[in-house]
């Protein structure tokens, strides 16, 4: 594919970088001579200038691109330069920060009129996140694939829990569990039996079974840190805030926090049971007041990461149990467990992971990026043609740093009705034709994986 990239930030270079690594033909529009300078680095062709010129766009070859991705760090550009290429008959996907824009009555086609196919919204998919993860808190991001049967967990590793010093063979996961990768130290690695697990590590954990997370949690999380999540707090009455307030309002206590009387007002116009509290979260007597110590979830979704660390960092003193904050700052996320962060989400990379997700909707069924892009999760179909039909998985010749980690598969249920039945993997396995598998990789590995499914 020939893809035009509008934006050379942090999205559009993670996204150029790894379809370029699929062998997509890239284009990148960039203003910015910084960010111009580093997606040279890139073997893509790099035009320097307006996202959204006329101009640029026919240097780009727009009429020659299957796909065009506005990801700029205006909405309006995005907007506007997917307007041109689909005047050009090109397929476009815009990023927007506003959430109006993602508010609009689904039955007005208002955008696909214009040529508009898509709309991420970073905010709003890291709200989605976040309201996820809640009912867990002590699982730092889950996935769903096969359907919404097959689930991706990660967990810390908890100084002094059970995994701490354990092997992965000898660790004890429940039957419909397996362990797929480590990150260690900001490294990344797939799980191997012989491995012994340290405190800091984080693991990526595939099941079929939510109903296990207790079990699992009770493996890497100390006993007496291990609570169910009846009070949160959230800090920042912007959008984000008051969508996670509102989901949570009917089902826990909830705090709203805001520094802005007016934000504070107008998020209570739009919340039924929660009367936001005006105040600064680095104010540690207010905090004090309002009893954070004895939130089991502390949320800062504040414009600013600065604030939302320092607020996580206080509420974490004054003992709330776990802390959530959205940083966009991806380089800070491995040193902020230090200074009381349990979960960092950052929203450009769920933005990033989303996007990639829909340019490979014709390869795969589903991608996730792990670890950022060091890994990836990805669910896909085997074809009848397909060597590995009639092979174990153990004879398939996958790449030594891709694992597949579960199967969806057509079958009957006890009425004689044709369903989905899904399984953890295992290398005895055979694989059909039709199977769904899901498979995790290494992201070097990808180009040889792609071979060993032909």
């Not at 062998?23 to 959204?52: C, F, Q, T, W, Y």
């Not at 680095?282 to 502390?298: E, L, P, Y």
Request: glycine fraction near 6%.
């Amino acid at each position: 594919m020939r893809i035009v990239v509008g934006g050379a930030g942090e999205v559009g270079y993670h996204i150029a970088r790894t379809l370029r690594s699929d062998d997509h033909e890239i284009v990148l529009i960039e203003r910015d001579p910084e960010m111009v300078r580093r997606a040279k680095s890139l073997d893509v062709m790099v035009l320097e200038g307006n996202a959204a010129s006329p101009e640029l766009l026919d240097r780009a070859k727009i009429m020659d691109a299957d796909l065009y991705i506005g990801v700029t760090g205006s909405d309006e550009v995005n907007l506007f330069g997917c307007a041109l290429a689909a005047a050009k008959l090109t397929e476009t996907i815009a990023r927007v920060k506003n959430f109006d824009y993602t508010e609009i009555d689904e039955d007005d086609d208002i955008f696909d009129r214009v040529g508009i196919k898509k709309l991420f919204c970073p905010e709003l998919v890291a709200s989605d996140t976040i309201i996820k993860l809640i009912s867990s808190p002590w699982v730092v991001d889950i996935e769903t694939f096969g359907d919404g049967n097959i689930h991706i967990v990660q967990f810390p590793v908890h100084k002094k829990s059970k995994a701490d010093g354990t092997a992965v063979k000898d660790l004890g996961l429940p039957k419909p569990a397996s362990m797929v990768a480590i990150q260690r130290a900001g490294l990344v690695g797939v799980a191997k039996g012989n491995m012994r697990l340290m405190k800091g590590d984080r693991i990526v954990i595939i099941i079929n079974d939510l109903n296990v997370l207790p079990e699992l949690e009770s493996l890497f999380i100390t006993k007496k840190r291990r609570t169910r999540v009846k009070n949160v707090a959230v800090f920042g009455a912007n959008n984000i805030g008051v969508r996670i307030a509102a989901a949570l309002e009917h089902e826990k206590n909830v705090i709203l926090i805001d520094e802005s009387v007016e934000k504070a007002k107008a998020a209570a116009m739009v919340l039924k049971k929660i009367l936001p509290v005006q105040g600064r979260p680095t104010d540690r007597k207010m905090m004090a007041d309002i009893n954070i110590g004895s939130v089991d979830v502390f949320i800062a979704v504040d414009e600013d990461e600065r604030h939302n660390i320092l607020a996580c960092s206080m509420a974490k003193k004054l003992g709330a149990s776990r802390t959530i904050a959205m940083v966009k700052t991806a380089d800070l996320a491995s040193i902020l467990s230090d200074v009381g962060v349990d979960i960092v989400i950052n929203p450009r990379w769920a933005t990033i992971a989303a996007i990639l997700q829909y340019t490979h909707q014709d390869e795969y069924l589903a991608v996730s990026l792990i670890f950022k892009d060091e890994a990836q999760i990805l669910e896909l179909e085997i074809r009848s043609n397909s060597h590995m039909v009639g092979k174990s998985i153990e004879k398939a010749r996958l790449p030594e740093d891709s694992i597949v980690a579960a199967i969806v598969r057509r079958g009957k249920d006890e009425y004689g009705q044709i369903v989905r039945k899904t399984k953890i993997a295992r290398k005895t396995d055979i694989l059909m034709a039709g199977d769904k598998l899901i498979i995790f990789t290494m992201r070097d590995a990808i180009q040889k994986l792609k071979k060993a499914l032909e």
